[in-house]
């Protein structure tokens, strides 16, 4: 529970400015690992173990939680979580669908590639890691394309 936990929280937070990640990670690995107790089975669904955010229609409580822990002010919550999602954490998976796209996308290696690179910055580096997720963003679009462009031709 706590490697997927660990996973969802690395993402989420590089949404946010670099000195308020530590702290945002921090509450909602606590709020997700208490709300998790007794809900990790994977024959039980996923629906509970699941995140949502659509951008100014539906915002998830625990990430919203997690957001006002840190001090940020409630107004600036959309912009920085501008992207509509849907993560499911499970035992040994953690996926996102993003933009209400049909694609499901693996977070293991995004949230790994934050990760190592926070681990090689210094401590005074003020990298927000825009580069990786303009990356990620990108990938969620060009895989999105063939099956739109399929639906059009059709």
Not at 75 to 100: A, E, H, K
Not at 134 to 146: D, G, H, L, T, V
């Amino acid at each position: 529970m706590k490697k997927e936990i660990l996973q969802a929280t690395a993402f989420l937070s590089s949404f946010l400015p670099f000195e308020y990640r530590y702290i945002f990670e921090n509450r909602l690995f606590d709020v997700l690992s208490a709300k998790f107790q007794g809900h990790w089975n994977a024959k039980s669904g996923s629906a509970y173990r699941s995140l949502i955010n659509m951008n100014g229609v539906r915002f998830d409580p625990v990430i919203m939680n997690a957001f006002i822990f840190t001090g940020l002010p409630f107004s600036d919550f959309y912009n920085y979580f501008t992207i509509d999602f849907v993560m499911w954490i499970d035992p040994d998976l953690v996926v996102c669908r993003f933009d209400n796209r049909n694609e499901i996308v693996l977070l293991d290696n995004v949230a790994r590639k934050i990760k190592s690179r926070r681990e090689v910055k210094s401590s005074g580096s003020e990298d927000n890691d825009s580069d990786i997720l303009s990356e990620f963003k990108r990938k969620i679009r060009q895989a999105a394309s063939p099956a739109l462009s399929s639906v059009s031709s059709s």
